[in-house]
T-cell receptor
Framework: DVKVTQSSRYLVKRTGEKVFLECVQD?????MFWYRQDPGLGLRLIYF???????EKGDIPEGYSVSREKKERFSLILESASTNQTSMYLC???????????????FGSGTRLTVV | GNSVTQMEGPVTLSEEAFLTINCTYT??????LFWYVQYPGEGLQLLLK?????DKGSNKGFEATYRKETTSFHLEKGSVQVSDSAVYFC????????????FGTGTRLKVLA
């Protein structure tokens, strides 16, 4: 069963800590994404990557960075966690379709991060 | 810019009722359109998709038709079950070769036995 695995379901961190959220996919997908999900706001794109060592900013990159050293792994880093980063974080991956076709995302189960 | 607008929830229905969740979009070019479902405590799962005008996506009794003239992609199901209780998200990908998706805010569906 193909899947996207996020390392933690629940995480509690202190303000100012450096936080790493890990995401691994086993489908050999080229594209990987980090979203945050907040009530009333839906999903907002933080960063994405179309290839190893490649990254692009999404709509809300401030306070975050990412790393993609291997094709299967895409890490989200909160450089100095703040309370307004308390949220559900969702990782997703997708293949690069032939002729640009879209096949849809496969999502991980999410990491609920609380910053206190 | 590109955007997706969904009807606000929650939507509460009795079992076997007909479901419609409205979704309209704004996009340049020819977007692909998707519906995702999120069950409690889980990530999102792809429910169905349509990649061009007049396409109908379907899965698990759910259907949605890509209507370019009304820029809509409404989700329908003829007879809902308690197990359909979840949050439903409409999303678009703005054109060929673009893999970033824009999501709506989600519509919570609650089905009562």
């Amino acid at each position: 069963d193909v899947k996207v695995t996020q390392s933690s379901r629940y995480l509690v961190k202190r303000t100012g800590e450096k936080v790493f959220l890990e995401c691994v996919q086993d489908m050999d997908h080229e594209n990987m994404f980090w979203y945050r999900q907040d009530p009333g706001l839906g999903l907002r794109l933080i960063y994405f990557s179309y290839d190893v060592k490649m990254k692009e900013k999404g709509d809300i990159p401030e306070g975050y960075s990412v790393s993609r050293e291997k094709k299967e792994r895409f890490s989200l880093i909160l450089e100095s966690a703040s309370t307004n980063q308390t949220s559900m974080y969702l990782c997703a991956s997708s293949p690069t379709g032939t002729g640009g076709q879209n096949y849809g995302y496969t999502f991980g189960s999410g990491t609920r991060l609380t910053v206190v | 810019g590109n955007s997706v607008t969904q009807m606000e929830g929650p939507v509460t229905l009795s079992e076997e009722a007909f479901l419609t969740i409205n979704c309209t979009y704004t996009a340049t070019g020819y977007p692909s359109l998707f519906w995702y479902v999120q069950y409690p405590g889980e990530g999102l799962q792809l429910l169905l998709k349509a990649t061009k005008a007049d396409d109908k996506g379907s899965n698990k009794g759910f259907e949605a038709t890509y209507r370019k003239e009304t820029t809509s992609f409404h989700l329908e199901k003829g007879s809902v079950q308690v197990s359909d209780s979840a949050v439903y998200f409409c999303a678009l990908s703005a054109g060929s070769g673009t893999y970033k998706y824009i999501f709506g805010t989600g519509t919570r569906l609650k089905v009562l036995a």
